[in-house]
């Protein structure tokens, strides 16, 4: 989950890291009055969770009051990058002496946290990177060490930044630890014409694993004022699949993807297994379904629902391999589903493993027009395959 700028910022501030005085408001009138707070002459920047908004138009100086109203009327509802502008932020501006570009990530590939950073930062910053690459360094960072003196002063002398962002680099790494951020980056850290260190932007994405730990963030079931301004905005974040949206609101653990088969089974490993012998089949999986050991007919009527909806769905392949959720538990979990969701399209089940029979048993009674058993992973996924091409 991507946090808005005026929420880093305020991770930023709590840590010890200077930022600019600011406001934020919904509405240009309320611009006005905060700009006067403020001191008058103000920056507008439209909050959206999307970078190079300076290049967009959506950060603007404004002289006086009465401008910083205009400027925010302008900013606010417009479209960056698919974002709409709900709400700006009103600073208070910084005399810039020098603009840094300075981040701590996740490198996956590596296995570690990556130190990024460049003492020419700025809205050019992407440029810089591409063309001269030699001008941003890019240092590991232990996470059991963290970022120390020694580590901080050895960032700072590689990208040759000033002495004094030593005690930034390191405050920006508590956030990133307390928080359970991925990514905390400030592009730019500045140095201000009386010497100051200030992070005048902020950008920082927190592990969703960890969002119980930070519920001020909301972002879950949406929002207190229902704008939907959190990271799992159902429906209004256009980053977010439909699907997958409708998914989660449900707790199912669902990934859209391209094709016409949809797929649900027990187990991630499974389910991988599954999406694997579909194309195999010469079909492509529609979406990834865990139900885990979900042989409720609730979940099971749940996850038939979001793969049914997807209109891309020419037919769907129940994979289950009976563990301690037995397959009659979840045979009788598919003949419950079946009376509170209408099978638009053919079913083909695949039961094995504890109690295969019964299952098997109680779905031949059932006897359903749509719904068809096999015997075998390979076979099932052929059936649905060749369904999915008929279909
Ligand atoms: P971004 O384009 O989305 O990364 O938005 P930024 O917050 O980084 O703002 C874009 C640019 O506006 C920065 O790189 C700065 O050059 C400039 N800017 C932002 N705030 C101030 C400020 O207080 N004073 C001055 N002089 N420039 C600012
Ligand atoms: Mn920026």
Request: charged share 25%; net charge negative; with cysteine.
């Amino acid at each position: 989950m991507d946090l808005f700028e005026h929420q880093a910022r305020e991770l930023f501030a709590e840590h010890g890291i200077a930022v600019p005085d600011v406001e934020v408001v919904r509405r240009p009138a309320d611009a006005r009055g905060a700009a006067e707070r403020l001191g008058g002459r103000v920056v507008v920047k439209a909050q959206v969770r999307t970078g190079g908004r300076g290049k967009a138009g959506g950060v603007k100086l404004a002289a006086d009051p009465v401008a910083a109203e205009l400027t925010a009327r302008q900013i606010l509802g417009m479209d960056i990058k698919g974002h709409r502008v709900r709400e700006v932020m009103l600073a208070r501006p910084v005399d810039i002496e020098a603009e840094f570009y300075v981040s701590y990530v996740l490198d996956r590939a590596a296995g570690t946290f990556l130190a990024i950073a460049s003492a020419e930062g700025g809205m050019e910053i992407e440029e810089v990177a591409a063309t001269r690459p030699e001008a941003v360094a890019r240092i590991p960072v232990d996470p059991a060490e963290g970022v120390t003196e020694a580590k901080a002063a050895e960032i700072a002398a590689a990208a040759g930044l000033p002495p004094a962002v030593v005690p930034v680099l390191r405050a920006l790494w508590r956030v990133l630890v307390r928080e359970d951020a991925l990514l905390v980056e400030v592009n730019p850290l500045v140095r201000t014409t009386n010497g100051l260190i200030v992070a005048l932007d902020g950008k920082v994405t927190l592990d969703d694993n960890a969002r119980f730990r930070h519920e001020r963030w909301g972002g879950g079931e949406g929002e207190a004022d229902g704008e939907g301004q959190g990271g799992g905005d159902v429906g209004l974040d256009p980053d977010v699949d439909p699907l997958e949206a409708a998914a989660a609101a449900k707790g199912l653990n669902y990934v859209k993807l391209d094709g016409e088969v949809g797929v649900i089974g027990n187990g991630a490993g499974l389910v991988m297994s599954t999406l694997d012998v579909v194309a195999g089949c010469g079909a492509r999986p529609a979406n990834f379904l865990d139900i885990g050991g979900g042989a409720s007919a609730q979940v099971m009527a749940d996850g038939l629902g979001v793969i049914l909806s997807d209109p891309a769905v020419r037919s769907v392949f129940v994979n289950v391999f009976g563990g301690i959720t037995a397959c009659d538990a979840v045979a009788d979990g598919i003949v419950r589903a079946l009376e509170s969701v209408t099978l638009t399209r053919p079913l083909v089940v695949r039961l094995d493993g504890n109690n295969a029979a019964r299952g098997r048993a109680i779905l031949a009674e059932r006897a359903h027009p749509l719904v068809e058993q096999a015997d075998t992973m390979d076979g099932a996924a052929r059936q649905a395959a060749a369904l999915a091409h008929a279909g």
